[in-house]
């Protein structure tokens, strides 16, 4: 029988449902107004399994998803631009119904994709708030909610047990450490049953208490009641929904009902990205097309997921999925060859035991890892193909690989590619090497791939050749390159750009360095940061064509630091400038910088420049002399990098990035100075692409990481503030660019 961690219980417990033979799942859906992530679809993989394995045990499975498209609606935060995608579908005269039709189909795309099982009824939170607002008058009847000016809010302290799932304690939540206190409730841990409509509000229903829409909570409550009843075997999602929403759920469920809501509560652990979690300006935010685009199959994520348990973070990197890639395509190809293979069955008892390590693996808290581990010893293992095969396809309606797409693919046989096979046998036996590999590609044309072994030829449909790989020659980390910091000098500049994905503007930039090299020696090294939008494949014409230009690519956004520390290991210039892409050459700008940087005691020089008396606020100031030179623009002898390092990895967002690398640059005791030179600053991409949230977010991490390392390195400025004014603190940075 099938065990899993109850987070309700802290313990793995067998699944026993309230109905004998039949189980009632919850799954926590997407909210529809965005593309959702790989690790919003790596709880769905989880729940998918889980079902899977119920279904192995012969439990007939009614599963649930929500499909979450109310909220996140009010015009103010439109205009303010916190979503761009929305406000710019909005502005093509989209309707909200629309755009999240249009998301929910993406949605239902990639589970397909993925090959997750679909769900019984996906429901639509905008179909079910007549549910939701009987639900609301129900607790308001019982004594658990209470209403102020149109908004109804649950009565936390009328629920005893609240806080259970989360073991966080009520005085706790009371303590109102939140952000923003609201002023109607009557406890701060009370949450929204139902809001009044705010002006300009677009998605709203008439209810007993005025214009308004639900709460964040309430619909998986009203929806689960009404598709799978009161109470409920299996509830899933991941770890960030225990708190607040499961804890929301179960009071307005149970106080509702007054019967206990859900038997297991099961909690995926996050996919993180590089480490991080993942977000849009950090750069590390995937879709699963993100993945499709660099040629993966989206099948190479599952089986990623699979080698990950779901209790434990999974940190995705684009290498951990190549490496995914290589073992499913060589497990197809086995599948292929033992499916394919007619000999007899071998031992009973032998296959059987297999079987049953495989499946106790996966009941014992779905042991998924284990159970991948299991299937490769048995592939290693002396059992004949045929049981093989016949272990591997039952495994697989578990595991959901369409391992029989793969082994359903025939070998062509026509009288041409017998004809061919004969012409190339005879042509290697009498050592025409030449015309046998012309017959090779000839039987490949025609879908047969001819490869040759000690037993004669070994064919193969070409339909079951791993793909190609798309990402050859690309790196996942700046440190897989070698340093030649230490080498000599080839050129005289290095200029350093870093493509991340604004193709007009790589473009522009790059033809203005060619056009304004005039008589100096400079190499164009551009790391192509793992773009997508069509930069990748035009770098690599442009390079091939012009030897000035060297090409490096990463596999993924490595991030500001990393992808620029990418080019510095790899150039040889004795003076590198750094170029964004929403920077253009008007004119000669490489002699003066040379002349600026022939004085030893100057270490970087720019275009523009900051200045500040405090550590905490930079200012635009025309120099010469300056706090720290801007990053659209820079230059510095090679060997400096020597004294100070390359750039700080954890910057992976660009902003202080320069601040923190021009007081590097000064704490080695060398001056920084702006110039004068014919450039144009452009439209800067990397922060007009993104939203107030996500600048903000991010801006005060690296402001932060400055802070801690500089932050009272007053001597440091050209104009300290006096000593008895200076902040012993550190006060959060304010977003202005
Ligand atoms: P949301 O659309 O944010 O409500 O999330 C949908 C589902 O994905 C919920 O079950 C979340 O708990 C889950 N989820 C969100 N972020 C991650 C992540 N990084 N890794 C795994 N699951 C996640
Ligand atoms: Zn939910």
Redesign the pocket.
């Known amino acids: 029988m099938l065990r899993l961690y109850n987070t309700m219980t802290h313990q793995v417990e067998e699944i026993v449902p309230l109905h004998p033979g039949t189980v009632g799942m919850y799954t ?4 529809v107004y965005r593309y ?2 790989i ?2 679809l ?2 769905y993989l989880m729940a998918d399994w889980i079902r899977r394995a119920l279904v192995h045990h012969g439990f007939q499975v009614r599963q649930i998803k929500n499909i ?1 498209d109310v909220g996140h609606m009010r015009q103010d935060m439109l205009d303010r631009g916190e979503d761009k995608m929305i406000a710019a579908a909005l502005a093509e005269g989209k309707t909200p119904s629309q755009i999240a039709a249009f998301y929910t189909e993406a949605f239902h795309q990639d589970e397909i994709a993925l090959n997750i099982l679909p769900a019984n009824v996906y429901p639509k939170a905008t179909d079910h708030v007549p549910q939701m607002i009987t639900m609301i008058k129900r607790l308001l009847e019982r004594g658990y909610a209470y209403e102020v000016n149109g908004n109804v809010y649950f009565d936390v302290r009328s629920f005893p047990t609240y806080g259970r799932l989360s073991t966080n304690r009520l005085a706790e939540l009371q303590g109102g450490e939140r952000a923003e206190a609201d002023p109607l409730k009557r406890s701060q841990a009370d949450f929204a049953l139902w809001k009044a409509a705010e002006p300009g509000r677009m998605v709203k229903w008439p209810s007993p208490w005025g214009d308004g829409f639900p709460g964040w909570h309430i619909e998986c409550s009203a929806m689960s009641t009404y598709y799978l009843g009161p109470q409920i075997d299996l509830h899933t ?5 225990i708190f607040p929403h499961h804890e929301d759920e179960i009071a307005q469920s149970e106080a509702a009902t007054g019967q206990p809501f859900v038997r297991y509560w099961v909690h ?5 990205a590089d480490g991080l ?2 977000a849009k300006s950090t750069g590390n935010s995937y879709t699963l097309s993100d993945l499709i685009e660099r040629g993966f199959d989206p099948m190479a994520f599952r089986y990623l997921c699979l080698t990950v348990h779901y209790r434990t973070r999974l940190n995705f990197t684009f290498a951990s999925l190549r490496a995914a890639q290589h073992a499913y395509d060589r497990l197809r190809r086995l599948a292929w060859h033992w499916a394919h293979h007619s000999d007899e069955a071998g031992d009973r008892e032998v296959k059987e035991a297999w079987r049953q390590q495989f499946w106790n693996a996966v009941d014992d808290d779905l042991g998924l890892p284990q159970a991948i581990s299991i299937l490769w010893e048995m592939a290693r293992s002396g059992l004949p193909p045929r049981d093989k095969w016949s272990l591997l396809s039952e495994w697989d309606t578990l595991l959901g690989l369409r391992l029989a797409d793969t082994v359903a693919a025939e070998l062509p046989r026509s009288e041409d590619v017998s004809r061919l096979l004969e012409e190339r046998s005879v042509a290697r036996r009498t050592g025409r090497y030449a015309t046998s590999d012309r017959l090779r590609e000839e039987l490949q044309a025609q879908g047969v791939l001819v490869s040759d072994t000690r037993n004669g030829p070994r064919l193969e449909p070409i339909a079951i050749l791993p793909r190609v790989d798309r990402l050859a020659g690309a790196v996942s980390s700046a440190n897989a390159v070698a340093s030649l910091l230490d080498e000599p000098d080839l050129v005289e500049f290095s200029v350093q750009i870093l493509a991340n994905g604004h193709l007009a503007d790589l473009q522009r930039c790059i033809a203005s360095v060619l056009a304004n090299a005039g008589h100096h020696s400079i190499e164009i090294v551009v790391v192509d940061n793992g773009t997508t939008d069509g930069s990748a494949e035009w770098l690599q014409e442009t390079s091939a064509a012009n030897p000035r230009i060297r090409l490096l690519r990463a596999d993924h956004n490595l991030g500001e630091a990393e992808g620029r520390n990418l080019g510095l290991r790899q150039s040889r210039g004795k003076i590198v400038l750094q170029l964004d892409t929403a920077v253009e050459l008007t004119g000669d700008v490489f002699t003066p910088i040379a002349a600026a940087l022939s004085d030893p005691k100057v270490g970087l020089v720019g275009r523009w420049g900051l200045r500040s008396h405090d550590l905490r606020h930079f200012e635009e100031h025309p120099g010469p002399e300056v706090d720290a030179v801007e990053g659209y623009f820079c230059a510095f002898p090679r060997r400096i990098l020597k004294e100070t390092d390359f750039y700080d990895p954890h910057y992976r967002f660009y902003r202080n990035l320069d601040i923190n690398f021009s007081f590097e640059v000064k704490w080695k005791g060398y001056a920084t100075r702006i110039l004068e030179l014919p450039v144009v600053l452009h439209e800067h991409r990397g922060w007009t692409a993104l939203s107030n949230e996500e600048r903000e977010k991010q801006s005060k991490r690296n402001f932060r990481r400055f802070l801690n390392k500089w932050g009272h390195d007053f001597d440091l400025l050209i104009e300290p503030i006096p000593e008895d004014l200076r902040p012993h603190h550190h006060p959060p940075s304010t977003v202005q660019e």
Not at 237 to 241: F, I, K, Q, T
């Open positions: 926590c859906g997407p909210t959702v992530h690790g919003n790596r709880s979450t999602g991941g770890v960030d929904n995926g652990q996050h996919l993180l979690k993942m």
